[in-house]
């Protein structure tokens, strides 16, 4: 392999490799935007020895080992930037290898060390981004950009950066800034020796999330298991083409929801275990939505593992806290502040957006809420600011009861009232209740998790060919209530994100967090059980941020930065276990 200090490229070489990128767009992966931009920048700046390398490779020679650039001049001085620092292939072609096999191939024009030099312009940080190696297939000229001219051509830096953003590989940038900020303060190290398991909702704004988690492993050892009543396909297939494994979840006619869920997780434990046998991991990182993979770990088939991660909801924590099964450490997110006083304010909105939209909120004389917590509280706020107003029942009533004039002090008194009944318990709401007394057409609609809200209800109505279908039931000769979107809640349909980027990037951020925190107790020599606090420091930090970009980006917003400390607070579980911050400044 040769470095050239005394050859430069020529503007004419320049112009005859990007006009063969831009006459035929359908051999290159790279866009004709990026001829364009790649020309421009050569164009616009000089190269040289001082700030630029050609390297001529020989065909078979390693240009990339594992994710790290082998020729040593290229780790030094001004080239030391990133891992692999920015290449434009100017004539030949790499192959790309992961685990073993040549998943891609680059030709001329194609850049190498996008992600790489990406993560620095956005960090600041030389990180070790990914594992594929990446071999000349024939003898290959790579054009390398130094640390000096990335940094005086802002325009061509913030283009690298978009790139990645919008390449599917795992990678610590995404289509979430703030999410790549708070990464960057939180994570140590990658986790060669952990697999990631995820039980969550397949929405295109979960994607950066993955993305992030996946890059931090080796290829293939991130699974997600979907909840089918939320999953987009395009997500799905972006995560398939992400390099993750996916467990699908049927839903079966006449089958309840949580078996559906037990058998696509006894395909998940099964896989795991084939895995291990093979020495393929030592731990694993869980991040669970309602403690289904919590409770269906097969302990004794695991032994040595260590297993660490976090809950994000409140009903995965309460089973967790009721279950007298063996359970790992736990990194509680469901209970942190931001969670409960913040991102609830974006799911009750949510859910009466979707109501408006199908027109059951206008079409309603009287609109019951069941339970008042803080999803209940959002719904019935986000009501009132559509001219709305609405009785609700909360079972704490009982003990601490409401001055309200909208509060009812039993269930069939709100059911009697209402056409539209929403419900946020978390729980089976009408479970054991009386209905002989209530009369009427109810409309009833979950803002909860799976099919639970009203489960006792939905088995006593007729399965549909379609799981997502309004089920009528017929109660008795003066009552039939009916069941939204198969009982599943109502602000997911399958088309796209439940609720926006801007507000949902807390709660991805919030799981990151829980993850590295959990990622730092599986490399510890303590792993103590039980449930810990969200970190608060990070916690501040995150907030903090986001206000301040709301407030840049001239949004409303009614929370002020001395209201940070409040918020955090309020979500620390007194019995919760508390760890050393993770947040590096």
Same mark, same amino acid.
């Given at each position: ?393 909360? =079972?704490?009533?009982?003990? *601490? @009861?409401? &001055?309200?004039?909208?509060?009812? %002090?039993?269930?069939?008194?709100? $059911? +009697? ?46 399965? =549909?060919?379609?799981?997502? *279908? @309004?089920? &009528?039931?017929?109660?008795?000769? %003066?009552?039939?209530?009916?069941? $939204? +979107? ?100």
């Amino acid at each position: 392999m040769k470095i050239d200090q005394q050859e430069s490229v020529s503007q004419e070489q320049v112009d005859s490799i990007l006009s063969s990128v831009i006459a035929d767009k359908t051999k290159y992966f790279v866009p004709i935007s990026n001829a364009k931009v790649v020309k421009d920048f050569l164009t616009e700046n000089r190269l040289s020895t001082k700030n630029s390398f050609l390297v001529e490779y020989k065909k078979g020679e390693e240009i990339v080992h594992s994710g790290l650039v082998v020729k040593k001049e290229l780790k030094e001085n001004d080239f030391s930037y990133a891992s692999v620092p920015l290449g434009l292939i100017l004539a030949g072609e790499v192959i790309v290898i992961k685990d073993g096999k040549a998943t891609k191939h680059l030709g001329t024009g194609d850049f190498i060390g996008l992600f790489e030099t990406s993560d620095w312009l956005s960090t600041g940080q030389t990180r070790h981004i990914g594992d594929w190696t990446l071999v000349a297939n024939e003898n290959t000229k790579i054009l390398f950009v130094s640390r000096s001219l990335l940094k005086t051509d802002g325009d061509f830096s913030s283009y690298l950066v978009e790139l990645a953003r919008h390449d599917p590989v795992p990678q610590p940038i995404s289509s979430l800034p703030l999410l790549d900020w708070v990464a960057s303060h939180t994570t140590e190290e990658r986790l060669i020796d952990t697999i990631v398991i995820a039980h969550t909702h397949l929405l295109p704004n979960n994607l950066p999330l993955f993305r992030h988690l996946a890059h931090l492993v080796r290829f293939g050892q991130m699974y997600v298991v979907e909840k089918p009543y939320s999953t987009v396909p395009f997500a799905y297939k972006e995560l398939i083409r992400s390099e993750v494994e996916v467990i699908s979840v049927k839903i079966e006619k006449g089958v309840p929801y949580e078996f559906s869920v037990q058998k696509s997780l006894e395909v998940l434990w099964r896989r795991i275990i084939s895995e291990r046998k093979n020495g393929g991991f030592k731990n694993v990182l869980i991040l669970d939505d309602g403690a289904d993979i919590w409770l269906s770990i097969p302990w004794t088939q695991l032994d040595g593992i260590s297993i660490a991660g976090v809950e994000q909801t409140q009903r995965g924590i309460t089973r967790i806290k009721n279950s007298n099964l063996k359970l790992p450490p736990i990194i509680s997110v469901a209970t942190s502040g931001i969670k409960k006083l913040i991102e609830s304010k974006f799911i009750g909105h949510s859910i009466v957006k979707k109501l408006n939209n199908l027109g059951f909120i206008n079409k309603s004389k009287t609109i019951g809420i069941l339970g008042m917590g803080s999803i209940g509280e959002s719904v019935l706020n986000s009501l009132k600011e559509l001219g709305k107003d609405a009785i609700f029942y909360d =079972s704490s009533f009982h003990t *601490n @009861p409401s &001055s309200s004039d909208n509060a009812r %002090n039993a269930l069939d008194t709100l $059911l +009697n009232e209402s056409d539209l009944v929403i419900g946020t318990t978390g729980t089976d709401a009408l479970k054991g209740v009386t209905l002989d007394r209530v009369n009427g057409h109810k409309i009833l609609a979950s803002a909860s998790s799976a099919d639970i809200e009203f489960a006792s209800i939905l088995k006593l109505g007729k399965w =549909s060919d379609d799981s997502f *279908n @309004p089920i &009528s039931v017929p109660i008795h000769d %003066n009552l039939t209530m009916e069941v $939204l +979107n198969g009982g599943y809640p109502i602000n997911f349909d399958r088309e796209g994100n439940a609720t926006s980027d801007e507000d949902i990037v807390l709660t991805r951020c919030l799981l990151y967090i829980g993850a590295m925190q959990a990622a730092k107790l599986l490399s510890s020599m303590s792993k103590e059980s039980g449930i810990y606090n969200l970190d608060g420091k990070s916690q501040e930090m995150l907030l903090t941020k986001w206000i301040e970009e709301k407030v840049e980006a001239g949004k409303d917003i009614d929370i002020a930065r001395q209201d940070i400390e409040e918020i955090i607070n309020f979500g620390s579980l007194e019995e919760g276990r508390n760890m050393p911050s993770i947040w590096k400044d």
